[in-house]
């Protein structure tokens, strides 16, 4: 007869030895975690903050060989230079009226697109997606053409709402998506009680499922506004005069020919530029989180 | 509901048509006769957009009746944004660009051919190997007004250290006496040269011409071909000689922008660079108190002291109705006095002669002597109006240079990937 292998039941001193082990193991993993997220962080702050750090510093010590992260001798010239050469303020304004207006449409837009996309499977929905997802490998330089000779005839070159229309459009398919992926989040069974209650599909998507959305709404729009104050080439292209440049076209005044810069007032110039997303980000990244996680527990 | 989808593509291709049919009549005049040009510089150093501003307010104060709107463009993506508004048709009326940018848009005939346009004064007054800059074809397509050549930017006190013979523009060093000189000198810590290369191809073949070489032929139908003879080997050569056999040269440098390399210049890690003219900018304004810097020639060898160059280009499209006006502009803001000004601004060379022999560009205060001095030599970049010089560069000459510098292939393979590959590029641009 074939002896049963019986499990002893282990010692405690086995018992915390095992355990102390384990706990080093765990430790250990976890102090290696949190050093490759330092050193992600780090990686992800090294631009930024050499960038604050090259605004204050005056020419000469840019030009040094032993760069130093805290400027030897701060200066606000860099800042006053930048804001006495390009029209900075009105620049900002003008990105500010268009990423505002851009994310703000398309997050209407694609809120009942994207319920839509959601709820309704079928061949069509299938494709829609498909071709969201592929729209957005087209290169801009493949569309201006096409897209300026549109804007001309609608009079729109030269004119915000012609950049915010394209910022609408071009920010539409990702805001589809991912707001998409919200809606699936939220249970079905919530619209199905509305229909009892005899709510209508408007009734119940203002009612029941916009403000299950809401993180979703707001990571959106965050998305919109920030792709829209980024972009650079729409804005050069459709925008022909000073006073209705944005900030990104307004920057690249401090470059020359074949990249030589004007680096002090344009680290400063975009050291400014980058505050109104940071700002953002700040007073809505708890939203955003949640946004996230939201639909990562099934119902 | 079919029914519905159908009305709603009815109407959306009614309203596309009503769209495309509605298009603009702007003849760029006011309801008073005003002429309205827009004017897009691409100046972006301080002085050098003051300058602009200036010249237009004071043609706007002496002519009335044409206006010029200064419209600030950008280096960065200029040829997709004018590519983009000659194709819409809302193309600026004089263009500033740089002459190699314009081949595409003069063959594509979006710029207006200048030669009936031009008044005698400005066609006499700049040489002819700068008007060769900008034509193409039979055409004149710009007016070029500033250029610079590349020089020598060299660490005074260790250049006297060294006791090498200092060059000027009359008698510069030859290729073989400069890299003897960058190996006296190359110390601990500290190479001879640095060499930023992060654009090589221009480089070589502008400094090449120096050397004898000159890498595109033309044929009797004027067909561009590509042929690597002895003298296209002399500048590459010496650099990579430099870099890989005299270790004179940083190594590390090569993939630089000539701003990258300045700290180490100025921290005596290099004790040359081979810069633009107008960096001498950025040198006074971020070298170090008491640092001190001279402007020499490049070196020249069997070609003699010439070297070739992109001017900075004035243009007019050819869609613009009022091109006569325009031509005016560019000739009032190109008169000898304003060339100065437009010069001094981008601490460029002025092309006309007369601007040329201004004293304030011929003192010896940070090299402009040396600059002047250097003009008769400039030539047109060897490739700049052969059509699939642009992908050549990107796709063929770029990595072999690269390649060739690092020391990862020879001269043999180099000739080879530049005219073997680079002639099958060119086939499909000049078929």
């Known amino acids: 007869m074939r002896r049963v292998p ?13 355990e102390s082990t384990g706990l080093r193991t765990g430790r250990a993993a976890r102090t290696g975690q949190y050093l490759a997220l330092l050193a992600y962080l780090v990686f992800l702050a090294f631009p930024f903050v050499w960038l604050i750090s090259t605004a204050f510093k005056p020419a000469r010590e840019l030009g040094s060989l032993h760069p130093t992260w805290i400027p030897e001798h701060p200066t606000l010239d860099n800042f006053r230079q930048a804001f006495d050469e390009q029209p900075l303020l009105q620049a900002a304004g003008n990105s500010l009226v268009a990423a505002v207006s851009a994310a703000l449409i398309a997050v209407v837009i694609a809120t009942p697109m994207a319920y839509a996309m ?19 490998a087209f290169p801009f330089v493949l569309v201006i053409i096409p897209l300026f000779l549109i804007l001309k005839n609608l009079h729109l070159i030269n004119t915000l709402w012609g950049l915010i229309l394209v910022y609408v459009v071009w920010s539409l398919p990702f805001a589809l998506w991912m707001l998409a992926g919200y809606v699936r989040a939220v249970p079905a069974e919530l619209e199905e009680a509305a229909a009892v209650d005899g709510a209508g599909r408007v009734r119940t998507l203002v009612s029941v499922v916009a403000p299950l959305l809401a993180p979703g709404i707001v990571a959106t729009a965050l998305f919109a506004f920030i792709t829209a104050w980024n972009e650079f080439f729409f804005a050069l292209v459709l925008l022909k005069t000073p006073e209705k440049q944005t900030l990104p076209v307004v920057l690249t005044h401090f470059l020359g020919a074949e990249g030589v810069a004007d680096l002090g007032p344009l680290a400063a110039a975009a050291f400014l530029a980058t505050l109104p997303s940071l700002v953002l980000f700040a007073f809505i990244q708890r939203r955003i989180t949640g946004g996230m996680t939201a639909g990562a527990v099934k119902h | ?11 959306v291709a009614v309203l596309a048509l009503l769209l495309t049919g509605c298009s603009g009549g702007d003849d760029g005049r006011d309801a008073d006769g005003t002429i309205r040009l827009r004017f897009q510089s691409l100046a972006w150093q301080k002085e050098s957009v003051d300058a602009n501003k200036q010249l237009v307010k004071e043609w706007n104060v002496a002519h009335p009746d044409v206006q010029v709107e200064y419209v600030q463009g950008s280096w960065d993506s200029v040829h997709d944004q004018l590519l983009t508004s000659f194709e819409g048709g809302e193309a600026p009326d004089i263009i500033h660009d740089a002459s190699d940018d314009l081949a595409d848009f003069a063959y594509g005939g979006y710029l207006a051919d200048l030669r009936p346009l031009l008044p005698e004064r400005l066609k006499a007054d700049i040489p002819e190997q700068s008007w060769r800059t900008t034509t193409f074809g039979e055409g004149v397509h710009g007016v070029p007004f500033l250029q610079e050549p590349r020089v020598l930017i060299a660490n005074t006190k260790l250049l006297k250290a060294s006791g090498a013979r200092i060059p000027t523009p009359e008698r510069p060093w030859s290729w073989e006496e400069f890299r003897q000189v960058t190996k006296e000198l190359t110390g601990k810590g500290r190479y001879g040269i640095a060499w930023p290369l992060k654009e090589p191809v221009s480089v070589t073949l502008n400094l090449g011409l120096s050397g004898g070489g000159q890498l595109f032929h033309r044929d009797g139908e004027g067909k561009a071909l590509l042929r690597f003879e002895p003298g296209d080997g002399v500048v590459a050569g010496t650099i990579h000689d430099q870099v890989n056999t005299d ?27 081979p810069l633009g003219f107008s960096y001498r900018q950025q040198i006074i304004q971020q070298a170090p108190e008491g640092f001190e810097w001279t402007v020499l020639p490049m070196p020249a060898g069997a070609g003699g002291a010439v070297q070739g160059v992109s001017p900075q280009t004035l243009s007019v499209a050819q869609e613009s109705p009022y091109k006569k006006e325009a031509v005016a502009f560019i000739d009032f803001l190109l008169r000898p006095a304003n060339m100065v000004r437009l010069a001094r601004g981008d601490w460029m060379l002025p092309t006309g002669t007369e601007a040329l022999a201004d004293p304030s560009l011929r003192g010896t205060r940070n090299g402009w002597a040396v600059g002047t ?9 060897p490739a700049q109006s ?41 086939a499909r641009y000049q078929r």
């Open chain 1, 118 to 136: 959601a709820r309704h499977r079928g061949r069509l929905a299938t494709a829609a997606t498909g071709w969201v997802v592929v729209s957005q």
């Open chain 2, 247 to 273: 270790n004179s040269a940083a190594r590390s440098a090569l993939g630089m922008g000539g701003s990258d390399a300045l700290p180490g210049f100025f921290g005596g890690k290099y004790a040359m660079l």
């Open chain 1, 6 to 18: 019986v499990r002893r039941k282990p010692t405690t001193r086995e018992a915390s030895r095992r």
């Open chain 2, 1 to 11: 509901m079919r029914a519905t989808v159908r009305r709603a593509a009815a109407a």
């Open chain 2, 386 to 426: 052969v059509r699939g010089y642009p992908e050549w560069k990107d796709k063929v000459a770029t990595p072999a240079y690269q390649e060739f510098y690092s020391g990862a292939i020879d001269t043999g393979e180099l000739s080879k990937r530049l005219v073997e590959d680079g002639s099958r590029v060119l």
């Open chain 2, 373 to 381: 001095a250097l003009a008769e030599g400039l030539r047109p970049a």
